[in-house]
């Protein structure tokens, strides 16, 4: 009985895993084409420009925590 159910399906065969695992690979590689082309890149000059302000904000804040460091250290000595 259970035999006349599955009769009127497509038997489809089980690919093994690692050809799965290809396909699946080959499609999200395409898709990552598709979205790639879709971004917008920024100009050499706004890179530079960006880049600038990234390298001045860690310079900045290197400084910062580096005095404030200091300080701390410097506070805790006078009192202990």
């Known amino acids: 009985m259970a035999s006349n159910k599955n009769k009127g399906k497509k038997q489809q065969k089980k690919e093994f895993f ?15 084409k598709i979205e790639l082309k ?30 404030m460091d200091l300080g701390i250290g410097s506070l805790k000595n006078l009192l202990y």
């Open 18 to 32: 690692l050809i799965r695992w290809i396909k699946g690979m080959f499609s999200f590689f395409a898709g990552v």
């Open 38 to 67: 879709k971004v917008t890149w920024p100009t050499s000059q706004d890179l530079v420009q960006h880049t600038g302000v990234v390298i001045l904000l860690v310079v900045f804040f290197a400084v910062f925590f580096f005095v």
